[in-house]
Structure formats: structure tokens, C-alpha cells
């Protein structure tokens, strides 16, 4: 059985910064589409950041530029380096492994709350 363990978040004023991680146990890990999601409260979990098990990305919209997304395979983590933090983007975000095979599952951490306030 897959574990995905978060860790990073926190509180962060405006304009600060905070790096995600996500780390899986298994060895599954290199061969899994990973992926940050978020969900603020009232509103549906969003695709933040995503990236394939060959290192390709793709952000939402409302991140480009301010978010990144990257992945150490050799210690089976996936980070999301957050910049310029913003108050709409206080949410819980959770690490998600996407399997490559419709038949294999998917994986999910159970969250960490980003709050961004003064």
C-alpha cells in the first residue's frame, strides 16, 4: 500500500513563499503522474500543478508563474515551490499520484493547510 506524506504547509503573509513536499512510500512512485491539488473551503477540489513521469508540467491559470512544480524521483518526492503567495490561495492542498494504467490506483495525501494572511 501507497503513502503519500505532505508536509510545508503553514501560515505566510502576502507575497511570502513556501515549498510543498510530498513524499511516497513504495516503489511505484517513478512510473505515477504526480500532481498538487487544492481545495479552499465551499469551493470544489482544483488541479493546481501537475507533472508526468517524464517531467512534463502544466499549471492552472491562476498559478503560472508563481508556482512550481518538480519531482525527485531517486527519493520518490514531489515538491511545489509556491512564490508569491497571494490570500485566494489559501487552501488545503493535497499530492496525488496518477497511475499510468486506467486499472491501477490512484493515490492521494491527506492534505496540509496553506493559509496566506496578515
Known amino acids: 500500500q501507497v503513502q503519500l506524506v505532505e508536509s510545508g504547509g503553514g501560515l505566510v503573509q502576502p507575497g511570502g513563499s513556501l515549498r510543498l513536499s510530498c513524499a511516497a512510500s513504495?516503489?511505484?512512485?517513478?512510473?505515477?503522474?504526480a500532481g498538487w491539488y487544492r481545495q479552499a473551503p465551499g469551493k470544489q477540489r482544483e488541479l493546481v500543478a501537475g507533472?508526468?513521469?517524464?517531467?512534463?508540467?502544466n499549471y492552472a491559470d491562476s498559478v503560472k508563474g508563481r508556482f512550481t512544480i518538480s519531482r525527485d524521483n531517486a527519493k520518490n518526492t514531489v515538491y511545489l515551490q509556491m512564490n508569491s503567495l497571494a490570500p485566494e490561495d489559501t487552501a488545503v492542498y493535497y499530492c496525488?499520484?496518477?497511475?499510468?494504467?486506467?486499472?491501477?490506483?490512484?493515490?492521494w495525501g491527506q492534505g496540509t493547510q496553506v493559509t496566506v494572511s496578515s
Open positions: 507533472i508526468s513521469s517524464g517531467g512534463s508540467t
Open positions: 496525488n499520484l496518477h497511475p499510468p494504467l486506467r486499472d491501477l490506483p490512484e493515490y
Open positions: 513504495g516503489r511505484i512512485f517513478s512510473v505515477y503522474a
